[in-house]
């Protein structure tokens, strides 16, 4: 299944988790059009003042891997600042938020995964 | 569970899934990382010259998704050559491979997950 970029559409995506603002997001692949339980593979840019609200990942986990921009994010009781390349792996029965911590466009890819293993 | 970019380090693999060359990968988290059936996150760097063999995914499926350069894919029996922000799915039971179609290196984000739905 092959999708070029420019037929991916970009969806405003207000308060994420509860967060300020809006983000938008490239919804390249969604939870049934795989085969095993990935359940997004998204593309997410932050402007200045975007953030997705703090919240805790139950039966699943999430990848974000940052592309561009600089990232402030909290990952249980830590908090870090991530930049290109940097990653965050959010594990089953843990919480993350993201904001943007610099002043161009924060842009990071998205990967969530359900279904816990034994 | 934070990976920093400079903690990441890149590891030569020859001959990737009966292909040519030697490519690099840099592995951000392996399957016994992961609480869900996510098996791998992995940038790959292949420079000219240097493929990914074909092969029939079973029991997995892998997302590649091209970040830099230039590919040329094999989806099953379809071919196609797809530059930055491309992205192709490979689901359970279908086949693929991968190879840079340009002058420069190719570098892909390659996601592996297992356990497929019923």
């Given at each position: ?89 959010t594990l089953d029965q843990h919480s993350h938020s993201i904001e943007n911590a610099g002043t161009s466009p924060l842009k990071l890819l ?9």
């Open positions: 299944v092959i999708k070029k970029a420019f037929e991916v559409k970009e969806v405003p995506t207000p308060n994420m988790r509860g967060g300020q603002g809006t983000g938008r997001q490239l919804q390249y692949f969604k939870a049934e059009e795989f085969s095993t339980p990935l359940a997004a593979f998204n593309v997410i840019t932050m402007d200045p003042g975007v953030t997705v609200g703090f919240h805790k990942h139950e039966g699943s986990e999430e990848v974000y891997w940052i592309l561009e921009g600089r990232a402030k994010v909290r990952d249980d009781d830590k908090v870090a600042e991530l930049g290109p390349g940097d990653a965050l792996l998205a990967v969530l995964s359900n279904q816990v293993k034994k």
